[in-house]
């Protein structure tokens, strides 16, 4: 088990990320950015890759002995000393060996794999060094023969293809077989016998290149792929009994998917959630594992191999026969912390399985004795002489139909092994020669080194993808003055795939030396730098084209003469530069975490919304997407972080519905499916209930939401307001009619004349504190609606309180009325009452359609893009509302009412001292002044005034004297001090009072 941490990208650095992981020795310390929490795993080998490393003048990525890490720092050459070797000792040995490589999208999983450029990954350098040790072998002398034979398949959405074949694949892809004793494999797989290290070399580029074909004429995302490499190491020699023998040691590099970002919304809630299965294999693998590691752990787990075709080809390599080697890579930065917390666990997880390998060596002729027998008896049972064989695992307990479905897999690959087997015989006869000749025959394909010099002369188109593995391997060359591009239908020059281009796209155009492109008819989709491209365009070195949604290029001039500082451009800066010409913030610099999600979604669904329109086109799906960015307030949620929804239309019914990212992202997937499928002449629409365009319009539809503050709440005091409910998009959709009333613990409402307020919150403390709710109507709502309710949380709730949904009318009357009581109020609720709201959203289901208006999705959707000259967007600001305006109105109606409260009081006083002034009185009892300061009522106030003038001037002279001199700073004399007027309690019906106003109680005041 090794551990790996990739430097940061571009935008990391730009952003000022922090570094969340750590390593010492062997061992990975992660903190979360949160809390600064260190968890630890230990693991073989911890490799730090992060920083300390300077790249050298031929681009190797060295360590930098003047930097402070530049002694932890690890390149290719040690993370070889320590994987590679090994991975070479097992194959002169004969021990089967898996490598595989897991971590988040962009985490350095090829970069240790298969490595970029000079910085070769474990894989060249493996191949490398076993022909050098072959070479080696050969020139002292030795007999042994060496055979090795190279593979190289992907597994995208659990379909398995060949990627040393250039032909579009199959459908369904290639069947995943089991043999009794090699286990499970892929069947029709070539694999072709290799001589050199630079026949690799051409091998895994065809590979990529095959692999970048696909990706990018399906629109597949690649990072959801995973690719094994494989490699058979045969060594044939006479062994000590005189007898031929053959070892062989099966390799497999194995770079994983990406593993997804764990959303944080979490559940989709679409229905088609299930056939998306973007990726099952990877989520399989992790089953797999955990299962293993129980089994390690001495549980008898069952282990789920067959649920997916990853799992079933490593199935040798993870519980079989095969010394197995991980390697976890992440990204060092805070904004990655849940997934690299995931990794590591994966990780710590996969630790624990234990693997038995053994050598696998044979007399040549025993393996050739085997072959036959296992022929004679498949020939047997498919004769239906022998019963047939059913191959499952001891703890597999399947079902009659599962065993039946089996057992016609089963007679299939018999079928299929008994060709293979008897190929395999015919292939023992011939020597590695004769195979290396026929494979060299039917391989063709221009070599990497005729391409890369062509490159140096010609100016050419290069492919931009997503995954910078792929950047660079379809290479368009622009051979002569006028090359013209289009679809497969047509017979342009170059002839690309995907939505939304037609049979004559553009014209790319040379004029001494100049470059030009233009469309060839009008309203094409064709960007150039981001920006549509209208009519003819200079083309420069590294201009960014997008023809149609999907097909993303780089025009490269090698004679241009500023070739020769200009930067490398990625995938990355293409679609970057797309969001921000759509008006999205996306620049990099000091974002917070949160931003800097926000911008990665923006960054990667505008092209996805762009793509998802332009196959609606195609396929006439009357439904348009436009990317939205909504806060967690527009989504009708107290806390959370801005994020990108999607905004679907229906063009012709008018309905609309708001798809979170992960919704979108599943539909969009099976939208390129349906696409595909489109394309190649295949069966393509669905039924409603399994078209990812459809939506039912009585799905509940979210229309606003509103942000009750329950800061009066805090001073007990009432609110009456009607505010503004928005929606998604941050407008003013209707006004809500809400009162929050404090009230008793049965819910007896205080008015004003109760005067229950409070001066401060804390003086809620320990008390119980209850209100009423009352949401009694919205006013104004959208017409579209019918069945709306209003649902809401208080506190720590997670049951919604819902209202009856009212039917047809914008001005629904719910009167909800609801009583909350809290016992005991502590300092966290009574901050949730001072600093926080009740966040009430209204739901409600869109009418029926009226009459449908007969569209043409492409014009519709086209015309308004074109229109703006830019891409969807329904908005491109959150602040499109001033989320704290209603607290601040709020605020002040509370501040209204205490503040009249207050005024009433002072009013009352001020009466007192008029009358005592007017009767002449000298003194008026703490008692009175209490009552008419508490008065709940104006009239209970005017009874108390009435007894100033009636009281009879309370205490004695002594008394008097003292506090005369305490209050107007008379000599006092000594005098003993008497009994205090009386130590009275406030009459008020709000205990806190009394408490506050107990240390004046023995007090009476001087007039
Ligand atoms: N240790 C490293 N040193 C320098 N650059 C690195 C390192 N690790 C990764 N990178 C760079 O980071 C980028 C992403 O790495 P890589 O392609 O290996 O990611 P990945 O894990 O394979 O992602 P995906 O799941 O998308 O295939 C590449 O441009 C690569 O050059
Ligand atoms: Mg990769």
Same mark, same amino acid.
């Given at each position: 088990?090794?551990?790996?941490?990739?430097?940061?990208?571009?935008?990391?650095?730009?952003?000022?990320?922090?570094?969340?992981?750590?390593?010492?020795?062997?061992?990975?310390?992660?903190?979360?950015?949160?809390?600064?929490?260190?968890?630890?795993?230990?693991?073989?080998?911890?490799?730090?890759?992060?920083?300390?490393?300077?790249?050298?003048?031929?681009?190797?990525?060295?360590?930098?002995?003047?930097?402070?890490?530049?002694?932890?720092?690890?390149?290719?050459?040690?993370?070889?000393?320590?994987?590679?070797?090994?991975?070479?000792?097992n194959a002169w040995e004969g021990y089967n060996t898996t490598?595989?490589?897991?971590?988040?999208?962009?985490?350095?999983?090829?970069?240790?794999? %298969?490595?970029?450029?000079? =910085?070769?990954?474990?894989?060249?350098?493996?191949?490398?060094?076993i022909?050098?040790?072959?070479?080696?072998?050969?020139?002292?002398?030795?007999k042994t023969e060496f055979e090795i034979m190279f593979s190289m398949l992907e597994i995208?959405?659990e379909q398995v293809r060949d990627l040393l074949d250039s032909k579009?694949p199959k459908r369904g892809g290639l069947k995943v077989r089991q043999h009794p004793k090699k286990g499970f494999y892929a069947d029709g797989l070539q694999i072709t016998p290799v001589s050199?290290?630079?026949e690799?070399?051409?091998k895994?580029?065809?590979g990529?290149?095959?692999?970048?074909?696909?990706?990018?004429?399906?629109?597949?995302?690649?990072?959801?792929?995973?690719?094994i490499v494989g490699m058979t190491f045969i060594q044939k020699f006479i062994n000590a009994a005189g007898e031929e023998t053959t070892k062989s040691a099966l390799i497999n590099l194995v770079?994983?998917?990406?593993?997804?970002?764990?959303?944080?919304?979490?559940?989709?809630?679409?229905?088609? +959630?299930?056939?998306?299965?973007?990726?099952?294999?990877?989520?399989?693998?992790?089953?797999?594992?955990?299962?293993?590691?129980?089994?390690?752990?001495?549980?008898?787990?069952?282990v789920p191999f067959r649920d997916s075709c990853l799992t079933k080809l490593l199935k040798n390599a993870l519980g079989g026969n095969s010394k197995t080697?991980?390697?976890?890579?992440?990204?060092?930065?805070?904004?990655?912390?849940?997934?690299?917390?995931?990794?590591?666990?994966?990780?710590?997880?996969?630790?624990?399985?234990?693997t038995t390998a053994s050598v696998n060596e044979d007399p040549t002729e025993k393996l050739i004795r085997e072959l036959q027998e296992e022929n004679e008896k498949l020939k047997a049972m498919l004769g239906g002489n022998v019963k047939m064989e059913v191959m499952k695992d001891d703890d597999e307990d399947l079902s009659d139909e599962e065993l039946a479905k089996l057992k016609q897999e089963m007679e299939e690959e018999y079928k299929s092994r008994l060709e293979t087997n008897a190929k395999e015989m015919e292939e023992m006869h011939k020597t590695f020669e004769e195979r290396l000749a026929e494979a060299h025959k039917h391989g063709?394909?221009?070599?990497?080194?005729?391409?890369?010099?062509?490159?140096?002369?010609?100016?050419?188109?290069?492919?931009?993808?997503?995954?910078?593995?792929?950047?660079?391997?379809?290479?368009?060359?622009?051979?002569?003055?006028?090359?013209?591009?289009?679809?497969?239908?047509?017979?342009?020059?170059?002839?690309?795939?995907?939505?939304?281009?037609?049979?004559?796209?553009?014209?790319?155009?040379?004029?001494?030396?100049?470059?030009?492109?233009?469309?060839?008819?009008?309203? %094409?989709?064709?960007?150039? =730098?981001?920006?549509?491209?209208?009519?003819?365009?200079?083309?420069?070195?590294?201009?960014?084209?997008?023809?149609?949604?999907?097909?993303?290029?780089?025009?490269?001039?090698?004679?241009?003469?500023?070739?020769?500082?200009?930067?490398?451009?990625?995938?990355?800066?293409?679609?970057?530069?797309?969001?921000?010409?759509?008006?999205?913030?996306?620049?990099?610099?000091?974002?917070?975490?949160?931003?800097?999600?926000?911008?990665?979604?923006?960054?990667?669904?505008?092209?996805?919304?762009?793509?998802?329109?332009?196959?609606?086109?195609?396929?006439?799906?009357?439904?348009?997407?436009?990317?939205?960015?909504?806060?967690?307030?527009?989504?009708?949620?107290?806390?959370?972080?801005?994020?990108?929804?999607?905004?679907?239309? =229906?063009?012709?019914?008018?309905?609309?519905?708001?798809?979170?990212?992960?919704?979108?992202?599943?539909?969009?997937?099976?939208?390129?499916?349906?696409?595909?499928?489109?394309?190649?002449?295949?069966?393509?629409?669905?039924?409603?209930?399994?078209?990812?365009?459809?939506?039912?319009?009585?799905?509940?539809?979210?229309?606003?939401?509103?942000?009750?503050?329950?800061?009066?709440?805090?001073?007990?005091?009432?609110?009456?307001?009607?505010?503004?409910?928005?929606?998604?998009?941050?407008?003013?959709?209707?006004?809500?009619?809400?009162?929050?009333?404090?009230?008793?613990?049965?819910?007896?409402?205080?008015?004003?004349?109760?005067?229950?307020?409070?001066?401060?919150?804390?003086?809620?403390?320990?008390?119980?504190?209850?209100?009423?709710?009352?949401?009694?109507?919205?006013?104004?709502?959208?017409?579209?609606?019918?069945?709306?309710?209003?649902?809401?949380?208080?506190?720590?709730?997670? +049951?919604?309180?819902?209202?009856?949904?009212?039917?047809?009318?914008?001005?629904?009357?719910?009167?909800?009325?609801?009583?909350?009581?809290?016992?005991?109020?502590?300092?966290?609720?009574?901050?949730?009452?001072?600093?926080?709201?009740?966040?009430?959203?209204?739901?409600?289901?869109?009418?029926?359609?009226?009459?449908?208006?007969?569209?043409?999705?492409?014009?519709?959707?086209?015309?308004?893009?074109?229109?703006?000259?830019?891409?969807?967007?329904?908005?491109?600001?959150?602040?499109?509302?001033?989320?704290?305006? %209603?607290?601040?109105?709020?605020?002040?109606?509370?501040?209204?009412?205490?503040?009249?409260?207050?005024?009433?009081?002072?009013?009352?006083?001020?009466?007192?001292?008029?009358?005592?002034?007017?009767?002449?009185?000298? +003194?008026?009892?703490?008692?009175?002044?209490?009552?008419?300061?508490?008065?709940?009522?104006?009239?209970?106030?005017?009874?108390?005034?009435?007894?100033?003038?009636?009281?009879?001037?309370?205490?004695?002279?002594?008394?008097?004297?003292?506090?005369?001199?305490?209050?107007?700073?008379?000599?006092?004399?000594?005098?003993?001090?008497?009994?205090?007027?009386?130590?009275?309690?406030?009459?008020?019906?709000?205990?806190?009072?009394?408490?506050?106003?107990?240390?004046?109680?023995?007090?009476?005041?001087?007039?």
């Amino acid at each position: 088990m090794f551990f790996l941490n990739s430097p940061y990208n571009r935008r990391e650095r730009e952003r000022n990320a922090k570094c969340i992981i750590d390593m010492k020795g062997p061992t990975t310390i992660i903190t979360d950015p949160s809390d600064n929490d260190e968890k630890k795993f230990a693991f073989d080998y911890s490799y730090w890759s992060h920083d300390g490393s300077k790249e050298q003048a031929d681009g190797y990525y060295g360590p930098d002995p003047s930097h402070p890490n530049g002694k932890k720092f690890c390149d290719q050459k040690r993370v070889f000393e320590d994987i590679g070797v090994g991975i070479l000792k097992n194959a002169w040995e004969g021990y089967n060996t898996t490598l595989f490589a897991y971590g988040q999208t962009g985490s350095g999983k090829s970069w240790s794999i %298969v490595g970029y450029g000079i =910085n070769k990954g474990v894989v060249p350098m493996f191949c490398e060094q076993i022909f050098k040790g072959i070479d080696e072998k050969k020139k002292a002398g030795e007999k042994t023969e060496f055979e090795i034979m190279f593979s190289m398949l992907e597994i995208y959405n659990e379909q398995v293809r060949d990627l040393l074949d250039s032909k579009p694949p199959k459908r369904g892809g290639l069947k995943v077989r089991q043999h009794p004793k090699k286990g499970f494999y892929a069947d029709g797989l070539q694999i072709t016998p290799v001589s050199s290290y630079s026949e690799i070399e051409d091998k895994m580029e065809e590979g990529t290149t095959n692999r970048t074909v696909a990706s990018t004429n399906m629109n597949a995302t690649s990072s959801r792929a995973h690719t094994i490499v494989g490699m058979t190491f045969i060594q044939k020699f006479i062994n000590a009994a005189g007898e031929e023998t053959t070892k062989s040691a099966l390799i497999n590099l194995v770079d994983l998917a990406g593993s997804e970002r764990a959303d944080s919304t979490g559940a989709t809630g679409d229905r088609l +959630k299930e056939g998306a299965a973007i990726n099952q294999s990877l989520s399989c693998l992790g089953n797999v594992i955990s299962a293993l590691a129980d089994r390690s752990n001495g549980k008898n787990t069952r282990v789920p191999f067959r649920d997916s075709c990853l799992t079933k080809l490593l199935k040798n390599a993870l519980g079989g026969n095969s010394k197995t080697i991980m390697i976890a890579a992440v990204s060092p930065a805070d904004i990655n912390y849940d997934e690299s917390l995931s990794t590591l666990r994966y990780a710590d997880r996969a630790k624990q399985i234990k693997t038995t390998a053994s050598v696998n060596e044979d007399p040549t002729e025993k393996l050739i004795r085997e072959l036959q027998e296992e022929n004679e008896k498949l020939k047997a049972m498919l004769g239906g002489n022998v019963k047939m064989e059913v191959m499952k695992d001891d703890d597999e307990d399947l079902s009659d139909e599962e065993l039946a479905k089996l057992k016609q897999e089963m007679e299939e690959e018999y079928k299929s092994r008994l060709e293979t087997n008897a190929k395999e015989m015919e292939e023992m006869h011939k020597t590695f020669e004769e195979r290396l000749a026929e494979a060299h025959k039917h391989g063709g394909g221009q070599h990497l080194a005729e391409i890369l010099e062509k490159k140096k002369k010609m100016p050419y188109l290069s492919n931009l993808n997503m995954d910078p593995q792929l950047s660079g391997h379809i290479v368009l060359f622009i051979e002569k003055p006028e090359v013209t591009i289009g679809n497969s239908k047509g017979s342009c020059d170059i002839m690309l795939k995907g939505p939304s281009i037609v049979e004559n796209h553009a014209i790319i155009r040379e004029d001494k030396g100049a470059f030009s492109i233009e469309p060839s008819e009008a309203n %094409v989709r064709l960007m150039r =730098n981001g920006k549509l491209v209208t009519n003819k365009t200079e083309l420069k070195y590294n201009d960014r084209l997008i023809f149609g949604t999907t097909q993303y290029f780089v025009f490269i001039n090698p004679k241009d003469k500023s070739a020769k500082d200009a930067p490398t451009v990625n995938f990355e800066m293409a679609q970057e530069e797309i969001a921000k010409k759509s008006g999205f913030d996306v620049t990099s610099e000091n974002k917070t975490r949160d931003e800097a999600l926000l911008k990665e979604d923006i960054v990667e669904l505008m092209p996805a919304v762009e793509e998802c329109n332009s196959i609606s086109e195609e396929l006439d799906k009357k439904m348009k997407f436009e990317l939205m960015v909504v806060s967690a307030e527009a989504r009708g949620e107290l806390k959370g972080r801005t994020e990108v929804m999607v905004r679907v239309v =229906n063009l012709e019914t008018k309905h609309e519905w708001i798809w979170p990212r992960e919704k979108f992202m599943n539909r969009k997937f099976l939208m390129q499916e349906m696409y595909q499928n489109f394309l190649e002449g295949e069966e393509w629409d669905l039924p409603k209930e399994r078209d990812p365009f459809s939506e039912d319009y009585e799905a509940e539809f979210h229309i606003g939401s509103v942000k009750i503050w329950l800061q009066s709440l805090a001073y007990h005091i009432e609110i009456k307001e009607q505010l503004d409910i928005t929606d998604f998009k941050g407008q003013e959709v209707g006004l809500l009619n809400v009162e929050l009333i404090p009230c008793d613990k049965k819910g007896k409402e205080y008015t004003e004349k109760d005067d229950v307020f409070v001066n401060s919150p804390d003086e809620l403390k320990g008390k119980d504190v209850n209100f009423v709710v009352k949401i009694l109507s919205a006013r104004g709502l959208p017409s579209q609606f019918t069945d709306i309710y209003l649902k809401y949380l208080v506190y720590h709730e997670d +049951k919604y309180t819902c209202s009856n949904p009212i039917k047809n009318t914008i001005n629904p009357d719910w009167n909800h009325k609801r009583v909350v009581n809290f016992t005991k109020a502590d300092d966290e609720l009574l901050k949730y009452l001072s600093e926080s709201a009740i966040m009430v959203q209204i739901w409600g289901k869109q009418k029926p359609p009226k009459t449908k208006k007969s569209i043409n999705t492409k014009q519709a959707i086209l015309s308004d893009a074109l229109r703006k000259g830019q891409t969807s967007a329904a908005n491109t600001n959150t602040k499109v509302f001033d989320s704290d305006k %209603v607290k601040y109105m709020m605020k002040v109606a509370m501040l209204e009412k205490r503040q009249q409260q207050m005024q009433n009081k002072i009013d009352a006083l001020n009466r007192m001292l008029e009358l005592a002034d007017q009767h002449s009185k000298k +003194k008026i009892s703490t008692q009175l002044i209490k009552n008419i300061y508490h008065a709940p009522t104006h009239d209970q106030a005017e009874k108390c005034l009435k007894l100033v003038e009636k009281e009879k001037d309370v205490g004695n002279d002594e008394d008097d004297t003292e506090f005369e001199a305490a209050v107007l700073g008379k000599d006092q004399p000594d005098r003993k001090r008497g009994k205090s007027g009386n130590s009275s309690r406030s009459s008020s019906s709000m205990s806190s009072r009394s408490g506050r106003n107990s240390k004046s109680s023995s007090f009476c005041v001087v007039l």
